[in-house]
């Protein structure tokens, strides 16, 4: 790749296939994949990187809302997507479309069943969501008869599969909560098998449950964080590729004298003479004033530039006394070094939190490095 000029976000494709490979070898030969591509691809960019996946041969696509999932059907992409939280109002979108809702309440079965039957839907696919201690969304485990009698009263819908969502996959001291999760989902998708007169798909396993709980995989699992670089601990991680990586450059060097301020509020006093370097990137784009006053850093030439003073809307000051560079040189404000996770942490935050919070403003440029 050529070095940057402007504010970028790279996507490598190759990074991307590469985690798709890894986390699929923990799999069963028969078990489904379904990518979370919600919130643009975890910040990246959700058409290329779906168009991938599907070259990948991935079973199922998600997003978060109906007009996420119009997204990509305008862009060509037919995979099965399934939209995790429907509203009433996107039911037209939604079948349209050929989007698949996440049906997890009674009040919502009903009046996706009144659309259906009101637009002459024969078994239009459905996926019913339970809620096995997330305490989010979904039906309780008690609602399965009540279910069943829902659905043997229409044939406008037909169930395309249950599923649930684990609390706390990640963490070894809730395993027994997330075993017990497991066995909730384990009793009620087994009545359903026997209630309903057709096969459906099982699915419980997010990136985390596919590491740590293999055993209960079904017939699909879900992806999301994995597939972008980032495992449940430091050795998972280890074994990904960050897909996206955030660069800038250098815009304007500073001699600082001892005793002089830098950025707004005069956060920052210079302790002795420095270097300073503005970069056009600010919490317009994503990088959160949480950053600001030292907390933050960026790499310039492999060397650590701290964040100095407040980061402002459009522009952040970085310390580069210790670092040889000039105007126009590329930084890096995550990827491989620092991290997103690793960025993140300095905040108490989570790689989700930054990496999808890179505005739309940033220029996404597609790469197979």
Not at 56 to 69: H, I, K, P, R
Not at 137 to 147: E, H, N, Q
Not at 165 to 186: M, R, V, Y
């Amino acid at each position: 790749m050529a070095k940057a000029t402007e504010t970028i976000l790279e996507i490598d494709l190759n990074a991307l296939a590469h985690n798709y490979n890894y986390i699929t070898s923990k799999l069963n030969p028969k078990t489904k994949v379904l990518a979370v591509v919600k919130a643009f691809g975890y910040g990246s960019e959700a058409v290329e990187v779906a168009k991938e996946l599907i070259k990948l041969n991935v079973s199922y696509f998600a997003v978060a809302y109906a007009s996420e999932g119009e997204a990509l059907r305008n862009a060509g992409i037919e995979t099965p997507i399934l939209v995790l939280h429907p509203l009433p109002e996107n039911f037209d979108v939604i079948v349209n479309r050929c989007l698949e809702p996440s049906i997890y309440s009674e009040k919502m079965l009903n009046e996706f069943i009144s659309f259906a039957e009101h637009k002459n839907q024969t078994n239009y696919p459905i996926h019913l969501k339970f809620n096995t201690g997330l305490n989010r969304l979904g039906f309780a485990s008690k609602a399965v008869s009540d279910i069943t009698h829902i659905l043997a009263s229409t044939e406008s819908i037909k169930v395309r599969s249950v599923f649930s969502h684990l609390a706390a996959s990640e963490d070894a001291s809730e395993a027994a909560f997330t075993k017990q999760q497991l066995k909730e989902f384990a009793v009620l998708s087994e009545a359903l098998s026997e209630i309903l007169p057709y096969p459906f798909l099982k699915h419980t396993l997010n990136t985390s449950g596919i590491i740590n709980f293999p055993e209960a995989q079904y017939d699909m699992v879900r992806t999301g964080i994995g597939l972008y670089g980032f495992g449940n601990d430091v050795q998972e991680t280890a074994n990904l590729k960050p897909v996206a990586t955030l660069k800038t450059v250098i815009s304007q060097i500073h001699t600082i004298a001892a005793g002089e301020s830098v950025g707004y509020n005069r956060a920052f006093i210079a302790p002795q003479a420095m270097q300073t370097a503005t970069l056009p990137i600010g919490h317009a784009d994503g990088i959160s004033r949480g950053y600001g006053n030292g907390k933050g850093w960026v790499s310039i030439h492999g060397q650590k530039a701290p964040i100095v003073g407040n980061v402002c809307m459009d522009m952040i000051m970085v310390d580069i006394s210790k670092i040889e560079c000039k105007e126009g040189d590329e930084v890096i404000v995550f990827g491989n070094a620092p991290t997103a996770e690793a960025l993140s942490e300095v905040i108490h935050s989570i790689p989700y939190e930054l990496l999808t919070a890179i505005s739309q403003r940033v220029k996404r440029v597609v790469c197979r490095k």
